[in-house]
């Protein structure tokens, strides 16, 4: 069975912390995603990367970090936590070679509260 | 670059209704279309997806979509409804072989006993 977990289901941290959010996939994906989700917004992608030590940013990159040095594992780096990053954070990978083609498999999300 | 209209928040039905969830996207040149589920406490899976060929696609848990190139929409639909389909849907379109799917704001779906 596929899998892709995340390090918490549920974290609070405060304001000015570093956050980190780990992300380990068992497909060999080449693909890696992190999203926010917040009511009302649906996802929207902060970082990808797309092999080792690749990443890129996506549409909401600003606050955030990321680090993938493994193919399994992605992480996703708050360098200084803010109550605007209150959020939903789900993981998802990829891959453009399988024949499940560029379907994206989730984590179950983790749900940051920054106070 | 692409984006995703899904224009209702929130949709309720009746156990054993059928069901229509709209998504209109916008993209120049035949997208990939994908819907995903997210049951609460859970993270995204997928339904279904439409590449090429026939335009009505079939899915897991009983649900079909219809890509019509004219309307710009692929429209999920599942004939009889059951409870454990309420959750949140999201309709997402990527440009081919860009491997970055953009998302609808999602509909979440109430069903009524």
């Known amino acids: 069975d596929v899998k892709v977990t995340q390090s918490s289901r549920y974290l609070v941290k405060r304001t000015g912390e570093k956050v980190f959010l780990e992300c380990v996939q068992d497909?060999?994906?080449?693909?890696m995603f992190w999203y926010r989700q917040d009511p009302g917004l649906g996802l929207r992608l902060i970082y990808f990367?797309?092999?080792?030590?690749?990443?890129e940013k996506g549409d909401i990159p600003e606050g955030y970090s990321v680090s993938r040095e493994k193919k399994e594992r992605f992480s996703l780096i708050l360098e200084s936590a803010s109550t605007n990053q209150t959020s939903m954070y789900l993981c998802?990978?990829?891959?453009?070679?399988?024949?499940?083609?560029?379907?994206?498999?989730f984590g179950p999300g983790t749900r940051l509260t920054v106070l | 670059a692409q984006s995703v209209t899904q224009p209702d928040i929130h949709i309720t039905v009746s156990e054993g209704a059928s069901l229509e969830l709209r998504c209109n996207y916008s993209?120049?040149?035949?997208?990939?279309l994908f819907w995903y589920v997210q049951s609460p406490g859970q993270g995204l899976q997928l339904l279904l997806k439409?590449?090429?060929?026939?335009?009505l696609v079939q899915g897991i848990k009983g649900f079909e979509a219809e890509f019509k190139r004219s309307q710009s929409s692929f429209n999920l639909r599942k004939p009889s409804v059951h409870w454990s389909d309420a959750a949140e849907y999201f309709c997402?379109?990527?440009?081919?072989?860009?491997?970055?799917?953009?998302f609808g704001r999602g509909t979440s779906l109430i069903v009524h006993p």
């Open positions: 998802a990978s990829s891959s453009p070679t399988s024949s499940s083609y560029n379907e994206q498999f």
């Open positions: 497909m060999d994906h080449e693909n």
């Open positions: 990367s797309y092999d080792v030590k690749m990443k």
């Open positions: 993209y120049g040149a035949t997208p990939y």
């Open positions: 439409y590449f090429s060929g026939d335009t």
């Open positions: 997402a379109v990527e440009a081919g072989g860009s491997y970055i799917p953009t």
